[in-house]
């Protein structure tokens, strides 16, 4: 272990493949990161089990015990800085955050999101690229800023489209590549390398064009 690991704290509602990947990316000597704990906002998330298989601390938020989104999360700043992390990962987190809950993390806030944004912000980002003919498509990592999906990208991985591709399959290929950048991005930010300026990402001190760093399968 380095002399002081990155406390990542990851948020999640779901199946959990994103802190799958992460939690397996840990594996390695010296890792930097350190998955310090699990929230969900839901109990019967997939994830909560993948995160208490590897011995993670998990707690439950649910929102429906709440009057209101500034009520939840205020809650939900206080149940995460008990857990005093360095990085916040929203892995699947289905719960559209405050102005207030960004501006806590600005700049250790980060998101995955199956589309090359800036195309397809919210839902249903695979039906959408299907059905506009794209022929490439793929995922992105980026820091939350207050505008839904829209922060500064950190890392895109392209993912061409098959003419016989299904909503299902694109989906797939889609989702093994979040597996490969989600980490790469969590390990860069921990390892000091990525951090949020004034103009965008920096990643090793340069400027990260617009769309991030990009990879191609
Ligand atoms: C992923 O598709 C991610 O891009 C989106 O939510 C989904 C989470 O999947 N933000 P999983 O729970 O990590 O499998």
Known sequence: MPSKSCNVVVLLSGSGSNLQALIDSC???DSAVR???????????YGLQRA???GID???LDHTGFQGREAFDAAL???????????????????ILSGDFVRHYQGRLLNIHPSLLPRYKGLHTHR???EA????????????????DGGPLVVQAVVPVAPDDTVQSLAQRVHTQEHVIYPMAVHWFANGRLRLGEQGALLDGQP?????HLIRS
Request: charged share 15%; proline share 3%; hydrophobic share 55%.
């Open 27 to 29: 594996a390695v000597p």
């Open 35 to 45: 998955i310090g704990a699990v929230i969900s906002n839901r109990a019967d998330a």
């Open 52 to 54: 208490a298989a590897a």
């Open 58 to 60: 998990t707690a439950v």
């Open 77 to 95: 700043v206080a149940c995460i800085d008990g857990f005093a992390p360095d990085l916040v990962v929203l892995a699947g987190f289905m719960r």
């Open 128 to 130: 959408r690229a299907l």
């Open 133 to 148: 003919g794209d022929v490439e498509h793929g995922c992105s990592v980026h820091f939350v800023t207050e505008e839904l």
């Open 208 to 212: 990260l064009s617009a769309s991030g």
